[in-house]
Protein backbone atom coordinates (compact mmCIF):
# COMPACT_ATOMS: atom_id res chain seq x y z
CA UNK A 1 0.00 0.00 0.00
CA UNK A 2 1.28 3.54 -1.36
CA UNK A 3 1.94 5.89 1.88
CA UNK A 4 -0.53 8.65 2.13
CA UNK A 5 1.42 11.81 2.51
CA UNK A 6 -0.33 14.84 4.23
CA UNK A 7 0.88 17.66 1.35
CA UNK A 8 -0.50 20.61 4.16
CA UNK A 9 1.52 19.46 6.70
CA UNK A 10 4.85 18.62 4.95
CA UNK A 11 4.59 22.54 3.60
CA UNK A 12 4.29 23.36 6.86
CA UNK A 13 7.29 21.36 8.13
CA UNK A 14 9.00 22.68 5.15
CA UNK A 15 7.96 26.51 5.88
CA UNK A 16 9.34 25.76 9.46
CA UNK A 17 12.45 25.01 8.24
CA UNK A 18 12.79 27.81 6.48
CA UNK A 19 12.40 29.91 9.59
CA UNK A 20 14.50 28.04 11.73
CA UNK A 21 17.47 28.95 9.01
CA UNK A 22 16.19 32.25 9.08
CA UNK A 23 16.52 32.69 12.51
CA UNK A 24 19.74 30.64 12.90
CA UNK A 25 21.56 32.42 9.54
CA UNK A 26 19.20 35.23 7.97
CA UNK A 27 17.46 35.68 4.81
CA UNK A 28 20.56 35.10 2.86
CA UNK A 29 20.75 31.38 3.99
CA UNK A 30 17.70 30.52 2.37
CA UNK A 31 18.53 28.16 -0.49
CA UNK A 32 16.51 25.31 -1.90
CA UNK A 33 19.70 23.11 -0.83
CA UNK A 34 19.91 24.29 2.80
CA UNK A 35 16.07 24.26 3.45
CA UNK A 36 16.41 20.49 2.12
CA UNK A 37 19.33 19.82 4.72
CA UNK A 38 17.46 21.85 7.62
CA UNK A 39 14.06 20.01 6.58
CA UNK A 40 15.83 16.47 6.09
CA UNK A 41 14.47 15.68 3.02
CA UNK A 42 15.84 15.81 -0.62
CA UNK A 43 15.84 18.84 -2.80
CA UNK A 44 13.36 17.26 -5.09
CA UNK A 45 10.83 16.74 -2.49
CA UNK A 46 10.92 20.36 -1.73
CA UNK A 47 10.74 21.91 -5.76
CA UNK A 48 7.75 19.45 -5.98
CA UNK A 49 6.16 22.20 -3.81
CA UNK A 50 8.42 24.93 -4.13
CA UNK A 51 9.01 26.30 -7.93
CA UNK A 52 11.53 28.64 -6.21
CA UNK A 53 13.11 30.75 -3.07
CA UNK A 54 10.65 33.17 -3.36
CA UNK A 55 7.69 31.08 -2.82
CA UNK A 56 10.02 29.25 0.22
CA UNK A 57 10.48 32.73 1.86
CA UNK A 58 6.57 33.69 1.00
CA UNK A 59 5.36 30.63 2.79
CA UNK A 60 7.60 31.49 5.63
CA UNK A 61 6.07 34.90 5.96
CA UNK A 62 2.28 32.84 5.78
CA UNK A 63 3.46 30.06 8.62
CA UNK A 64 4.67 32.62 10.58
CA UNK A 65 2.04 35.19 10.32
CA UNK A 66 -0.71 32.37 11.21
CA UNK A 67 1.44 31.21 14.01
CA UNK A 68 1.50 34.49 15.53
CA UNK A 69 -1.94 35.67 15.03
CA UNK A 70 -2.93 31.90 16.81
CA UNK A 71 -1.05 33.54 19.79
CA UNK A 72 -2.45 37.04 19.76
CA UNK A 73 -5.78 34.66 19.96
CA UNK A 74 -4.47 33.07 23.29
CA UNK A 75 -3.42 36.48 24.72
CA UNK A 76 -6.50 37.98 24.09
CA UNK A 77 -8.28 35.12 25.58
CA UNK A 78 -6.37 34.53 28.17
CA UNK A 79 -8.53 34.06 31.59
CA UNK A 80 -8.28 37.16 34.53
CA UNK A 81 -6.08 39.22 32.71
CA UNK A 82 -6.57 42.92 32.34
CA UNK A 83 -6.01 44.38 29.39
CA UNK A 84 -3.33 46.26 29.86
CA UNK A 85 -1.59 43.46 30.73
CA UNK A 86 -2.64 41.62 27.76
CA UNK A 87 -1.12 45.16 25.03
CA UNK A 88 2.10 44.57 27.13
CA UNK A 89 2.01 40.69 26.28
CA UNK A 90 0.73 41.53 22.69
CA UNK A 91 3.81 44.00 22.01
CA UNK A 92 6.22 41.80 23.17
CA UNK A 93 4.82 39.23 21.02
CA UNK A 94 6.12 41.13 18.15
CA UNK A 95 9.62 42.04 19.00
CA UNK A 96 12.35 39.80 18.15
CA UNK A 97 13.37 38.44 21.40
CA UNK A 98 14.00 34.91 20.73
CA UNK A 99 14.08 32.31 17.93
CA UNK A 100 10.19 32.46 16.86
CA UNK A 101 9.71 36.59 16.93
CA UNK A 102 13.12 37.05 15.64
CA UNK A 103 12.51 34.82 12.01
CA UNK A 104 9.30 36.48 11.99
CA UNK A 105 10.66 40.05 12.07
CA UNK A 106 13.35 39.17 9.55
CA UNK A 107 11.01 37.53 6.53
CA UNK A 108 8.56 40.46 7.69
CA UNK A 109 11.32 42.95 6.76
CA UNK A 110 12.31 41.45 3.39
CA UNK A 111 8.57 41.77 2.33
CA UNK A 112 8.68 45.36 4.02
CA UNK A 113 11.18 46.16 0.99
CA UNK A 114 9.38 43.60 -1.21
CA UNK A 115 6.44 45.67 -1.04
CA UNK A 116 7.93 48.78 -1.65
CA UNK A 117 8.17 47.97 -5.13
CA UNK A 118 5.90 44.90 -6.30
CA UNK A 119 1.72 45.73 -5.38
CA UNK A 120 1.47 41.60 -4.62
CA UNK A 121 3.68 41.76 -1.86
CA UNK A 122 2.51 45.23 -0.36
CA UNK A 123 -1.46 43.66 -0.51
CA UNK A 124 -0.05 40.62 1.39
CA UNK A 125 1.60 42.35 4.14
CA UNK A 126 -1.04 45.25 4.65
CA UNK A 127 -3.59 42.14 4.97
CA UNK A 128 -1.17 41.11 7.91
CA UNK A 129 -0.71 44.68 9.10
CA UNK A 130 -4.54 45.12 9.31
CA UNK A 131 -5.08 41.75 11.53
CA UNK A 132 -2.37 43.37 13.78
CA UNK A 133 -3.79 46.71 14.17
CA UNK A 134 -7.46 44.96 15.18
CA UNK A 135 -5.90 43.02 17.75
CA UNK A 136 -4.13 46.10 19.24
CA UNK A 137 -7.15 48.03 18.71
CA UNK A 138 -9.58 45.27 20.47
CA UNK A 139 -7.05 45.58 23.42
CA UNK A 140 -6.98 49.22 23.54
CA UNK A 141 -10.76 49.35 23.70
CA UNK A 142 -10.97 46.43 25.84
CA UNK A 143 -9.02 48.62 28.89
CA UNK A 144 -11.27 51.81 28.40
CA UNK A 145 -14.17 49.63 28.67
CA UNK A 146 -12.12 48.62 32.35
CA UNK A 147 -11.64 51.85 33.15
CA UNK A 148 -7.50 51.82 33.21
CA UNK A 149 -7.83 54.13 29.88
CA UNK A 150 -9.52 57.41 29.39
CA UNK A 151 -12.68 57.21 27.43
CA UNK A 152 -11.99 60.47 25.64
CA UNK A 153 -8.60 59.39 23.96
CA UNK A 154 -9.13 58.09 20.36
CA UNK A 155 -8.63 54.05 20.77
CA UNK A 156 -7.78 54.35 16.89
CA UNK A 157 -4.86 56.59 17.82
CA UNK A 158 -3.49 55.10 20.34
CA UNK A 159 -3.83 51.52 18.46
CA UNK A 160 -1.93 53.70 15.44
CA UNK A 161 0.99 54.99 17.90
CA UNK A 162 1.48 51.39 19.54
CA UNK A 163 1.62 49.70 16.20
CA UNK A 164 4.10 52.17 14.69
CA UNK A 165 6.15 51.94 17.96
CA UNK A 166 6.32 48.50 18.30
CA UNK A 167 6.97 48.12 14.33
CA UNK A 168 9.73 50.55 14.67
CA UNK A 169 11.22 48.84 17.77
CA UNK A 170 11.58 45.50 16.13
CA UNK A 171 12.58 46.77 12.89
CA UNK A 172 15.56 48.64 14.75
CA UNK A 173 16.38 45.69 16.55
CA UNK A 174 17.05 43.13 14.20
CA UNK A 175 19.63 46.19 12.81
CA UNK A 176 21.23 47.74 15.48
CA UNK A 177 22.31 45.51 18.60
CA UNK A 178 21.90 48.68 20.80
CA UNK A 179 18.37 48.62 20.38
CA UNK A 180 18.40 44.99 20.59
CA UNK A 181 19.75 44.87 24.18
CA UNK A 182 17.58 48.12 25.87
CA UNK A 183 14.22 45.75 24.27
CA UNK A 184 15.96 42.73 26.01
CA UNK A 185 16.86 44.38 29.04
CA UNK A 186 14.55 43.28 32.15
CA UNK A 187 10.60 44.80 31.99
CA UNK A 188 12.14 46.83 29.04
CA UNK A 189 8.66 45.89 27.01
CA UNK A 190 6.13 46.44 29.84
CA UNK A 191 7.93 50.47 30.41
CA UNK A 192 7.77 50.94 26.60
CA UNK A 193 4.02 49.96 26.45
CA UNK A 194 3.41 51.96 29.79
CA UNK A 195 5.06 55.24 28.55
CA UNK A 196 3.65 55.10 25.32
CA UNK A 197 -0.19 54.62 27.40
CA UNK A 198 1.06 57.29 29.73
CA UNK A 199 -1.42 60.07 28.31
CA UNK A 200 -4.33 58.14 27.90
CA UNK A 201 -3.87 56.49 31.79
CA UNK A 202 -6.57 56.84 34.52
CA UNK A 203 -4.60 57.52 37.27
CA UNK A 204 -5.12 55.34 40.02
Not at 25 to 43: K, L, N, Q
Not at 64 to 69: F, I, N, R
Not at 110 to 117: H, M, N, W
Amino acid sequence: MPKIVDHDERRLALADAVLALIARDGIGAVTTRAVAEESGWSTGVLNHYFNSRHDLLLAALRRAADTQGELYRSILDAPDVESIEKLRRITASVLPLDKRRLAMTRVFLFFYAEGAAAESARTEIAGFMTRWRDVVGETVRAAQVEGALTDDVDADTVTIQLVALTDGLAMQSILDPVAMRAIGAKDAVARIVDTALQRATVPT
